[in-house]
């Protein structure tokens, strides 16, 4: 029997209700637990995200080689361009990864936050790159 019975992924950043928001949109979510410094939210799928209040967090700059990525969400999606249509309507931008020449499987993304995510067609084959 396993002592773990979750996982989170947490996400810090200065507005945590106001970036619950974006990710319950864009996964169809519903909110977990919220408390003064902390939101949850629970994706249909299971998926649990937080963001925890963090008063003097900043944007990674990734893809910029300065920071390295620490960490990045991907999301599993069926159609780019209709999630990227939502990413954007919700207030979240494109990022430039790199080359985009030929057939796009991820994108990259960064939330209202500057967090950085992908979402992807399919399972990622390509090697981390940097």
């Not at 773990?4 to 319950?24: H, N, Q, R, S």
């Not at 909110?31 to 990674?60: C, K, M, S, W």
Request: charged share 30%; glycine share 10%; aromatic share 6%.
């Amino acid at each position: 029997m396993s002592l773990v019975t979750a996982g989170v992924v947490v996400l810090d950043c200065a507005e945590p209700e106001k970036l619950a928001e974006f990710y319950k949109e864009l996964l169809g979510a519903e909110d977990l637990d919220a408390h003064v410094n902390r939101v949850e939210i629970r994706a249909a799928d299971g998926f649990r995200l937080a963001l925890r209040r963090d008063v003097n967090a900043t944007a990674p700059s990734w893809p910029r080689p300065e920071n390295s990525l620490q960490a990045h969400l991907e999301f599993v999606v069926d159609d780019l361009d209709a999630v990227e249509r939502l990413i954007v309507g919700l207030g979240g931008r494109p990022m430039e990864t790199g080359d985009a020449t030929g057939p796009t499987e991820e994108r990259g993304y960064a939330d209202p936050a500057g967090h950085s995510f992908i979402i992807r067609r399919g399972t990622s084959t390509a090697p981390k790159q940097g």
